[in-house]
């Protein structure tokens, strides 16, 4: 059982910057590939960023590309999600999620555990 509780989220004026980080327990962090994935009111949940267990593989969304940057910490079990050039359209609740796999994963049916998310607000 991996238990995820995401912080950072907040309001932030467009062109701002934010830093999630998710907090996972257990002892076998290092195991797991780690994602952010989110989702705005009346939309589907949708993929953001994601990370292999060793740090060595990332992959990121179009929409996010060149502005947010995902990272880990396996010492301090906890995964970050650097969000800068912060835009109105990136509003959303921010997910931290879990599965035990070596490579990226990017498919959100794949992910195991989840977060109970964090708000992100960007205004105009």
């Known amino acids: 059982q991996v238990q995820l509780i995401e912080s950072g989220g907040g309001l932030v004026q467009a062109g701002g910057s934010l830093r999630l980080s998710c907090a996972a327990s257990?002892?076998?962090?290092?195991?797991?590939?780690m994602g952010w994935f989110r989702q705005a009111s009346g939309k589907d949940r949708e993929f953001v960023a994601a990370i292999s267990w060793s740090g060595g593989s990332t992959a990121y969304a179009d929409s996010v590309k060149g502005r947010f940057t995902i990272s880990r910490d396996n010492a301090k079990n906890t995964v970050y999600l650097q969000m800068n050039s912060l835009k109105p359209e990136d509003t959303a609740v921010y997910y931290c999620a879990a599965v035990r796999a070596e490579v990226v994963v990017t498919i959100i049916y794949e992910y195991d555990y989840w977060g109970q998310g964090t708000q992100v607000t960007v205004s105009s």
């Open positions: 257990g002892r076998t962090f290092s195991s797991y590939a």
